[in-house]
């Protein structure tokens, strides 16, 4: 983690404050672990863009690019 920029910060000074701002906001939830629609907990994790697996009920499903909506 570099400072307040988090993993944004292998972007360096590129691109603009506010866009990298967006992408860590993204990248954070992300990375976090989602409520499962079936089983409701939060044991979810994204798999690839749009797809996410429960580690509990071994469920697989598409939702939103970046977390489940
Ligand atoms: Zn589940």
Not at 3 to 23: E, H, L, P
Not at 27 to 35: F, G, L, P
């Amino acid at each position: 983690m570099t400072k307040k920029v988090g993993s944004t910060g292998r972007f360096g000074t590129r691109y603009g404050r506010k866009i990298r701002k967006r992408v860590l906001d993204i990248e954070v939830r992300q990375r976090q672990k989602q409520t499962c629609p079936y089983c409701k907990k939060k044991q979810v994790k994204r798999v690839a863009t749009g797809i996410f697996r429960c580690s509990k009920c071994n469920s697989k499903f598409t939702s939103k690019a970046y977390e489940v909506a």
